[in-house]
């Protein structure tokens, strides 16, 4: 093979590892710029999951869920290396945003097992790759404190047009990738988010008449993307249940079991009906969320 040949292969080579680069990192930002990636862990029955049952992927999870301008500020720095590699006078320093990500990001996902390891890996051996043409000059400014020449510019297509015909098809891609993963992440929050009825929450028992273990808290999820209800006995037992509310005849509908309520104010709940085999009744005060709070419980 000629050196004009190898020299022209390697060069596509790196132009579509740094354009496969660039929408990966848009593409793994925008879920934490609409956080919606852990977004499952602000449920209202995520609050009654002991802490130490968690796995150590989940209490990463958690952790990332927990903080809201934190996941959203990951976000954004990942979609900026994506950004800064489409422009060729900014690649470098898209490649070095991009490596400081994927560095924590590969890091917390090797010591938090993470079963998605090698996917941040790849990307930033890519990252490694597009920034290899400046190794040598940044070993020379970061280290060696001496001066360093300026990248020749060799263009991999001699015309202009054909060149700027390429940074506009890349720009494209990464818009539309951007608006994809927008749209589809706006939908998929407000599915977590919006509230169906004033029962969704966490509760706690005020009072409990019947047989059978007492009540101790109560969480339940009335969501488009959650209808459940979480219920924490007072042996210790977790019991997960699907939800139906039907508002009209203010009655909610628990695993097998049919539950009448009312709500004397927005912040108390009673509920009364057969459950597990036997009767029971239940008045409950609601908690604030995690989100809704900065107090640790």
């Known amino acids: 093979m000629r050196r004009w040949q190898w020299v022209s292969?390697?060069?596509?080579?790196?132009?579509?590892?740094?354009?496969?680069l660039s929408l990966l990192m848009i593409a793994f930002g925008m879920v934490k710029v609409i956080p919606t990636?852990?977004?499952?862990?602000?449920?209202?029955?995520?609050?009654?999951?002991?802490?130490?049952?968690?796995?150590?992927?989940?209490?990463?999870?958690?952790?990332?869920?927990?903080?809201?301008?934190?996941t959203?500020?990951?976000?954004?720095?990942?979609?900026?290396?994506?950004?800064?590699?489409?422009?060729?006078?900014t690649v470098l320093l898209g490649a070095l945003v991009s490596m400081v990500a994927l560095i924590q990001v590969s890091i917390l996902n090797i010591c938090y097992d993470v079963p998605v390891v090698l996917t941040p890996l790849l990307m930033l051996g890519m990252a490694l790759v597009v920034s290899?043409?400046?190794?040598?000059?940044?070993?020379?400014?970061?280290?060696?404190?001496?001066d360093s020449p300026a990248l020749p510019r060799t263009p991999l297509v001699a015309d202009p047009r054909l060149r700027r015909a390429g940074v506009a098809a890349h720009a494209a891609a990464a818009l539309l990738v951007l608006i994809a993963l927008g749209a589809n992440g706006i939908n998929q929050y407000?599915?977590?988010?919006?509230?169906?009825?004033?029962?969704?929450?966490?509760?706690?028992?005020?009072?409990?008449?019947?047989?059978?273990?007492?009540?101790?808290?109560?969480a339940i999820d009335d969501?488009?993307?959650s209808q459940r209800v979480v219920l924490l006995r007072d042996n210790g037992e977790l019991l997960e249940?699907?939800?139906?509310?039907?508002?009209?005849?203010?009655?909610?509908?628990?695993?097998?079991?049919?539950?009448?309520?009312?709500?004397?104010?927005?912040?108390?709940?009673?509920?009364?009906?057969?459950f597990d085999g036997a009767a029971a009744e239940v008045d409950l005060y609601r908690l604030p969320l995690r989100s809704e709070t900065r107090t640790f419980r």
């Open 190 to 218: 407000r599915d977590y988010t919006d509230r169906l009825s004033e029962l969704d929450g966490v509760w706690a028992v005020d009072g409990f008449r019947g047989d059978g273990p007492r009540w101790v808290r109560l």
């Open 241 to 274: 249940l699907d939800l139906v509310v039907e508002e009209p005849e203010s009655q909610i509908r628990v695993g097998d079991s049919t539950l009448s309520y009312t709500q004397p104010t927005p912040d108390t709940l009673r509920l009364a009906g057969p």
């Open 9 to 20: 292969i390697r060069g596509w080579a790196y132009t579509a590892i740094r354009v496969v």
């Open 132 to 146: 290899m043409p400046w190794w040598s000059r940044l070993i020379d400014v970061m280290i060696r404190n001496r």
């Open 72 to 89: 959203v500020i990951s976000g954004v720095v990942e979609v900026l290396g994506g950004l800064l590699l489409i422009a060729r006078r």
């Open 37 to 70: 990636q852990f977004i499952a862990f602000t449920l209202p029955s995520e609050m009654l999951v002991p802490l130490g049952e968690s796995s150590p992927s989940g209490m990463l999870w958690k952790f990332m869920a927990t903080s809201t301008p934190y």
């Open 223 to 225: 969501r488009p993307a």
